[in-house]
């Protein structure tokens, strides 16, 4: 079944596996196209340069998902 990626609006297939574990990933599966997954995956690289953010660091993590959040539109 196509999906109509909420970033883009596109209608696509969705991505053959959930880019991320858990129930956060099958949301993102179901609701961008792998394009705009690749551009945000590009993106978080850039976020976590500019903010100097270390991956190791718990909160890092917390601040990407708010970014990915928003970048990819998944907030209701
Ligand atoms: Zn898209």
């Known amino acids: 079944m196509p999906i109509t990626c909420r970033r883009c609006g ?3 297939e969705p ?4 880019p ?3 129930a956060l990933g099958e ?3 179901q ?4 394009a705009c997954w ?3 995956l590009r993106t978080q690289v850039m976020i976590i340069n500019e903010y100097r953010l270390t991956l ?3 909160q890092t993590r ?3 998902m708010q970014h990915m959040e928003e970048f990819l539109h998944l907030r209701p």
């Open 20 to 22: 991320l574990p858990g």
């Open 31 to 34: 609701s961008v196209c792998s």
């Open 10 to 12: 596109n209608l696509s």
């Open 15 to 18: 991505m053959a596996t959930a």
């Open 62 to 64: 917390v601040i990407l």
């Open 56 to 58: 190791a660091d718990p």
């Open 27 to 29: 949301r993102v599966q």
């Open 38 to 40: 690749q551009e945000w």
